[in-house]
């Protein structure tokens, strides 16, 4: 399956604290914002995702929200975890990546 075909999910409203951890990470390894998060989310649920090659910019400061590009089966575990309800998807992501950095 093509990485143009992997489910993508909006997420908004990151934290402050939580997205200057994670645009730290993504300087300091020259990777874009969603290779980290992709990183952390991958790790929390044990899985062995290959990182993406992608053309673009490495890093990028200051956006207030991302669309997240997620392996099949990474989208399979975070919707497993959180269920159904209004913003129990994004709750999840959160929860694990402000986890990840404290």
């Given at each position: 399956?093509?990485?143009k075909?992997?489910?993508?999910y909006?997420?908004?409203?990151?934290?402050?604290?939580?997205?200057?951890?994670?645009?730290?990470?993504?300087?300091?390894?020259?990777?874009?914002?969603?290779e980290?998060?992709?990183?952390?989310?991958?790790?929390?649920?044990?899985?062995?995702?290959?990182?993406?090659?992608?053309?673009?910019?490495?890093?990028?400061?200051?956006?207030?929200?991302?669309?997240?590009?997620?392996?099949p089966?990474?989208?399979?575990?975070?919707?497993?975890?959180?269920?159904?309800?209004?913003?129990?998807?994004?709750?999840?992501?959160?929860?694990?990546?402000?986890?990840?950095?404290?």
């Amino acid at each position: 399956m093509s990485v143009k075909e992997w489910p993508t999910y909006l997420l908004r409203d990151i934290p402050e604290a939580t997205r200057a951890a994670i645009e730290r990470d993504a300087e300091e390894n020259q990777q874009a914002l969603i290779e980290v998060i992709r990183e952390i989310l991958c790790g929390h649920y044990e899985l062995d995702c290959d990182p993406v090659d992608s053309p673009r910019t490495p890093y990028t400061e200051g956006k207030d929200e991302m669309v997240l590009r997620l392996q099949p089966a990474l989208w399979s575990a975070i919707r497993e975890d959180a269920g159904v309800g209004y913003g129990s998807t994004r709750k999840t992501i959160l929860s694990i990546l402000s986890a990840h950095y404290a």
